[in-house]
């Protein structure tokens, strides 16, 4: 175990934008985010998993959240060529989840923090091709839900932290968060 103190250092060594600890008790919860994830609107409701429906109902999943105390709050941000840079938006995206998931990685290969709950952004992104529905999840250890399904109001999460939620024109923002108890760190 390491002081929390430390850890937005670390993510920050390790390629994220901005690190910041919260307070489990400042977190809000908003079904304005879930909602969205049954309008489909990332095109993966009903496709992972991670997602909605198969994680389970909004009302789990927060209480699941307070058990914590405090959370790591990840968030990488790049800049496109313009609004339309489909390519650099999928880009954008893979070095995201490369951080992010070398910061757990770290956080797990170090028992840096244990119990822990890691939520990222978007879809679980672990497989090319998700075996929902048809086989069980193949790799549970490395499947990652999301901040987004879990409820959690993303805007106002980065900005208890002191973290801008808008980086501005062209720029494409992801934040994931590791939850964990602060007790006997
Ligand atoms: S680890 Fe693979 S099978 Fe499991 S939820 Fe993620 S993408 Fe789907």
Not at 111 to 131: I, M, R, T
């Amino acid at each position: 175990m390491q002081s929390t103190t430390n850890l937005p250092s670390l993510a920050l060594q390790l390629g994220a934008t901005r690190a910041a600890i919260v307070e489990v008790s400042e977190i809000q919860f908003s079904d304005t985010f879930r909602q969205l994830c049954e309008l489909n609107s990332c095109g993966k409701y009903n496709a992972s998993w991670m997602c909605p429906p198969a994680i389970g109902p909004c009302d789990e999943l927060r209480n699941k959240v307070l058990e914590f105390d405090q959370g790591l709050v990840v968030q990488t941000v790049y800049y496109l060529e313009d609004s339309f840079d489909f390519e650099g938006m999928m880009t954008a995206a893979a070095i995201h989840e490369k951080v992010f998931r070398d910061i757990l990685n770290r956080v797990r290969d170090e028992h840096l923090l244990d119990p822990f709950l890691a939520l990222n952004a978007g879809v679980c992104k672990f497989c090319e091709n998700c075996s929902y529905p048809d086989r069980e999840c193949l790799y549970p250890d490395e499947a990652l839900s999301s901040v987004e399904a879990h409820g959690i109001d993303v805007t106002a999460l980065v900005t208890a932290c002191g973290i801008p939620y808008n980086n501005g024109p062209a720029s494409v923002s992801y934040v994931g968060m590791i939850l964990f108890k602060s007790t006997g760190l």
